[in-house]
């Protein structure tokens, strides 16, 4: 599966856990938050709908999946060695979620620039999303797993589905390609932490510099490319982002195991 997990966050809501560790290795049920995201989409790519989906039932299993690293990257490096997960090298300087994915392009595309649909999971979200499920319900260009969740920060999507903007309605802030919109016109969902992107995205993406967020781009973009918005039946999903979420996080895992 083409899959990258965003695990080079400072985890500053994790402090003092990640004073000493990366947030990818804060552990949660005895084990760390990234093996938990690595142990899910393993499972996923073995699924049967996803391997239908893309013709693979006769070929040997062929995980293709990226980890990039930046706050205590050594010990993540660490973590992974002896494994098949590529790592997406940001020592130097954290490009955030749409850099991130732009310097890891080249793992998932060949000299042609095509290659399968790529899975983003942030490192820090535990949730029983069928991901195969997902793979089988992407349309478009990007498609963004949300939910009905409270927040305060919501996407906006027209009665297809496709994306329009994004609001917070805690300041009344709007941000859409398509001007002036009143958001209580649409769709507003909650973004889970979870996408597909199709690789024809990453031509758009190089006129991008090198750091920037992976929303911003899907809001500037919109208008042009089809940002599919995708809600999952009775998604249960956690961020596990704050101290006081560690131990909810081990009571979570139980009841959707």
């Known amino acids: 599966m083409n899959s990258m997990i965003f695990a080079a966050g400072l985890g500053t809501r994790l402090k003092p856990l990640t004073d000493t560790m990366p947030k ?11 093996q938990h995201v690595l142990d ?3 499972d996923a790519e073995a699924h049967q709908a996803y391997r239908e989906r893309f013709c693979l039932l006769e070929q040997p299993s062929q995980d293709n999946i990226v980890v990039n690293v930046h706050h205590f990257a050594d010990q993540i490096v660490d973590y992974l ?9 940001e020592r130097d300087e954290l490009l955030e979620t749409g850099g991130g994915l732009k310097k890891a392009a080249h793992f998932f595309t060949d000299h042609n620039g095509e290659g399968h649909p790529v899975l983003i999971h942030n490192v820090d ?13 992407a349309a478009g260009y990007a498609t963004l797993v949300v939910s009905e969740r409270k927040t305060s920060r919501y996407l906006l999507f027209d009665d297809d589905m496709r994306l329009v903007g ?12 398509y001007g002036q919109i009143d958001p209580s016109q649409y769709r507003m969902l909650a973004f889970s932490g979870i996408h597909v992107i199709s690789p024809r995205l990453f031509q758009p993406m190089q006129q991008w510099p090198d750091r920037f967020g992976i929303m911003d781009f899907y809001l500037s973009i919109c208008s042009q490319y089809n940002i599919h918005g995708y809600v999952p039946n009775n998604l249960q999903l956690m961020d596990v982002g704050k101290i006081d979420t560690l131990d909810k996080a081990v009571d979570f895992l139980a009841s959707i195991n």
């Open 24 to 34: 990818a290795l804060v552990p949660v049920a005895g084990k760390p938050l990234l």
């Open 40 to 42: 899910k989409l393993r």
């Open 81 to 89: 060695q002896g494994t098949a997960v590529h790592i997406s090298d």
């Open 125 to 137: 979200i535990l949730s029983n999303l069928n991901l195969a499920d997902l793979f089988r319900n």
């Open 166 to 177: 994004w609001t917070n309605i805690d300041t009344g802030q709007v941000r859409s390609p």
